[in-house]
């Protein structure tokens, strides 16, 4: 019996408008009702089940790629951050960079709002629709700008997030990362980010630290990803799927393909998981 579903939420359970629906809100009413445990891990900052369009629905929460975890009720679980010394040497070898530093209490930004979005402005009309739609409405309440470095080493930072316009910079950062590979890792759900946390940090060490609270085997769990910062997780669990539309990294990385993210795939696949388990119950009761 799968006890644990955790899932990615853009292009695996959240629908092509980067939303919940029916049959997504429906889906979780049924692992809840099954008595199984439903979780986001997701590389937003989610910090509340009323983000995201779950409106106070009983998720579990790993938020900044696994490396910030939270119950059902929002209270904070464990948390991975990344070592204070290798975020002090990172953000004094780029001090031109507009990081953002998410932790528990929110995420503290080194620069301007206007800074942090001009990065934005260089994408494509279609682009700029599609981040739009997953940044959804922005929460401002926590996003704390102009921060400096002494401001951000005094938190616990658990994710650095940022996007990189010049190609000289980009590339330098690049290098840094491979340099580094023994403190830092960069897991972005795409190529035009840096999402940069603790080499151990993943939604998949996440996943598997949120089972072993609540008792549950890593073979209890089933996990849904679709992008980069999914793989880790996906390689871990025996139960990993990947919806159609992910990359081809997601798809070697996972136990199995299935349908598209535009059908629901995800959503579709837990429900009949759930409806196997019952089945498998009952044919063992009738025994």
């Given at each position: 019996?799968?006890?644990?579903?955790?899932?990615?939420?853009?292009?695996?359970?959240?629908?092509?408008?980067?939303?919940?629906?029916?049959?997504?809100?429906?889906?979780?009413?049924?692992?809840?009702s099954a008595g199984a445990h439903i979780a986001?891990?997701?590389?937003?900052?989610?910090?509340?089940?009323?983000?995201?369009?779950?409106?106070?629905?009983?998720?579990?929460?790993?938020?900044?790629?696994?490396?910030?975890?939270?119950?059902?009720?929002?209270?904070?679980?464990?948390?991975?951050?990344?070592?204070?010394?290798?975020?002090?040497?990172?953000?004094?070898?780029?001090?031109?960079?507009?990081?953002?530093?998410?932790?528990?209490?929110?995420?503290?930004?080194?620069?301007?709002?206007?800074?942090?979005?001009?990065?934005?402005?260089?994408?494509?009309?279609?682009?700029?629709?599609?981040?739009?739609?997953?940044?959804?409405?922005?929460?401002?309440?926590?996003?704390?700008?102009?921060?400096?470095?002494?401001?951000?080493?005094?938190?616990?930072?658990?994710?650095?997030?940022?996007?990189?316009?010049?190609?000289?910079?980009?590339?330098?950062?690049?290098?840094?990362?491979?340099?580094?590979?023994?403190?830092?890792?960069?897991?972005?759900?795409?190529?035009?980010?840096?999402?940069?946390?603790?080499?151990?940090?993943?939604?998949?060490?996440?996943?598997?630290?949120?089972?072993?609270?609540?008792?549950?085997?890593?073979?209890?769990?089933?996990?849904?990803?679709?992008?980069?910062?999914?793989?880790?997780?996906?390689?871990?669990?025996?139960?990993?799927?990947?919806?159609?539309?992910?990359?081809?990294?997601?798809?070697?990385?996972?136990?199995?393909?299935?349908?598209?993210?535009?059908?629901?795939?995800?959503?579709?696949?837990?429900?009949?998981?759930?409806?196997?388990?019952?089945?498998?119950?009952?044919?063992?009761?009738?025994?």
């Open positions: 019996m799968i006890k644990l579903f955790a899932c990615d939420l853009d292009g695996t359970l959240l629908n092509l408008f980067h939303n919940t629906d029916k049959t997504i809100l429906s889906c979780v009413d049924e692992v809840v986001i891990a997701t590389g937003r900052a989610m910090r509340s089940t009323n983000d995201h369009g779950f409106a106070g629905m009983p998720v579990d929460m790993l938020g900044s790629n696994g490396t910030i975890v939270r119950d059902r009720d929002g209270n904070l679980l464990k948390t991975f951050p990344v070592d204070p010394a290798a975020l002090e040497d990172l953000l004094r070898a780029f001090p031109t960079i507009c990081f953002d530093c998410s932790t528990p209490e929110g995420t503290y930004i080194r620069g301007t709002r206007e800074q942090r979005a001009e990065v934005f402005r260089h994408d494509n009309l279609v682009r700029r629709i599609i981040m739009r739609g997953m940044r959804g409405p922005m929460n401002f309440t926590d996003m704390h700008f102009n921060q400096s470095d002494a401001d951000v080493l005094k938190r616990e930072v658990c994710k650095v997030n940022c996007r990189v316009i010049d190609p000289g910079l980009r590339d330098d950062l690049y290098a840094y990362l491979a340099d580094h590979a023994d403190k830092l890792v960069n897991a972005p759900f795409n190529p035009r980010m840096f999402e940069i946390t603790d080499v151990h940090a993943n939604k998949g060490a996440g996943v598997a630290w949120l089972a072993a609270h609540y008792g549950i085997s890593e073979d209890e769990c089933a996990v849904y990803g679709d992008g980069g910062n999914d793989i880790e997780m996906l390689k871990r669990f025996k139960h990993s799927y990947c919806p159609l539309n992910g990359t081809d990294e997601a798809k070697a990385a996972a136990s199995k393909v299935i349908g598209h993210n535009a059908a629901h795939a995800v959503p579709r696949h837990i429900m009949r998981t759930l409806a196997a388990d019952r089945a498998a119950r009952e044919r063992v009761h009738i025994s």
